[in-house]
């Protein structure tokens, strides 16, 4: 019986020249998805920093002082706590991936890579290096290869994309009045996003749940969760994104008009637009991009989101960072206890 193969790709029974100029069309393609690529993120850069530059030189000092003054403890504490559901959320991203990768690790360690990864790459930006570098350091310790690290990655990423294409196209389908006033577009040109959203995600769970039934990988041997697992990740992946933005919107300066649903549709998208321009933690396209949505007074706002970097991005990444460096001591500390032992048994023998 012939073994099914990828569309495209050359045959075994194809003489060396036919595989070698495949070869070459796909280095070609990836090169030329990597100038777009970075076009599009320099694109994205330039507005940003146009925007949120124009927006800085007509800042009132005094006026940002006062919207500091203005948050409120219980603002800050509700942002706390909604930060801790966001990162809460996160641990179950890993944990779907290592129930889809067979793996079987402790809840505490699993919580800890998480925690540091998200902490560490949301603030550096680059989540599959930095994000996988964590990662690997602390799962290839509890015996996971480097193949299932960087699987268990690209798997906990899909899960954050999912949440924030659901909760974008919930936004843009049951409140595209109050995302007009936004996006500029007519209500049914955004409900008409929505659906166009939703029939990708629902295209996505169609597709997943053909390769699951055929046994097949995206790519060599790596598979993606079949449809229970992806619902899983959508679920997980839409109360994490709610949660973050929950975050900032508790923040926002008493009075604002924009409401919740909408707003969670703003902060999608201007998380995925952080992304796509590959600047650490979205720093500066993310705030270009919610003080063009948001509207109203640029001092209260600004100070609302400079709250939640502290918040969300700064206190995560220091504790990260405390609690890589105590697992390592504790490691390091376990290793010369052993070996201490080892030395005093092979002594008294």
């Not at 067979?102 to 930095?130: D, E, H, K, Q």
């Not at 169609?206 to 039934?213: A, G, N």
């Amino acid at each position: 019986m012939a073994h099914d193969q990828e569309p495209g790709a050359p045959s075994p029974e194809e003489p060396p020249s036919a595989v070698a100029g495949w070869v070459l069309t796909l280095r070609k393609r990836r090169e030329t998805l990597r100038r777009v690529g970075l076009g599009v993120s320099v694109l994205i850069i330039a507005v940003s920093t146009f925007i949120f530059g124009r927006t800085l030189l007509t800042i009132n000092p005094h006026s940002f002082e006062a919207a500091f003054a203005a948050t409120g403890a219980d603002q800050i504490a509700a942002s706390f706590g909604l930060a801790l559901v966001s990162y809460l959320a996160l641990t179950g991203y890993d944990g779907l991936a290592l129930r889809h990768l067979n793996a079987r690790v402790p809840y505490r360690l699993t919580a800890l890579a998480s925690f540091t990864s998200y902490a560490i790459s949301f603030t550096l930006g680059f989540p599959l290096v930095t994000g996988g570098a964590v990662r690997f350091w602390l799962y290839n310790a509890a015996g996971l290869s480097a193949g299932k690290v960087a699987s268990l990655t690209v798997v906990a990423g899909v899960t954050f994309w999912l949440g924030m294409g659901l909760v974008l196209a919930i936004g843009f389908l049951f409140d595209a009045e109050e995302i007009g006033s936004i996006s500029h577009l007519a209500n049914w040109i955004n409900q008409a996003i929505g659906l166009g959203l939703l029939a990708i995600l629902a295209t996505y769970l169609v597709w997943v749940t053909r390769l699951r039934r055929r046994g097949k990988g995206v790519f060599l041997n790596f598979k993606l969760p079949g449809p229970l697992l992806t619902l899983g990740q959508t679920a997980l992946g839409v109360i994490d994104v709610c949660a973050a933005a929950g975050a900032l919107y508790v923040l926002l300066p008493k009075g604002h008009a924009l409401g919740y649903l909408a707003f969670c549709a703003l902060y999608s998208f201007a998380a995925m637009l952080g992304i796509a321009s590959h600047s650490p933690g979205g720093l500066g396209v993310f705030e270009a991009t919610m003080l063009k949505g948001v509207g109203g007074a640029s001092e209260q706002l600004l100070a609302s989101l400079l709250l939640f970097r502290v918040i969300y991005y700064l206190i995560p990444f220091l504790l990260a960072l405390a609690f890589l460096g105590a697992n390592e001591a504790v490691r390091r500390w376990r290793s010369l206890r052993e070996a201490m032992e080892t030395t005093t048994f092979n002594g008294e023998d």
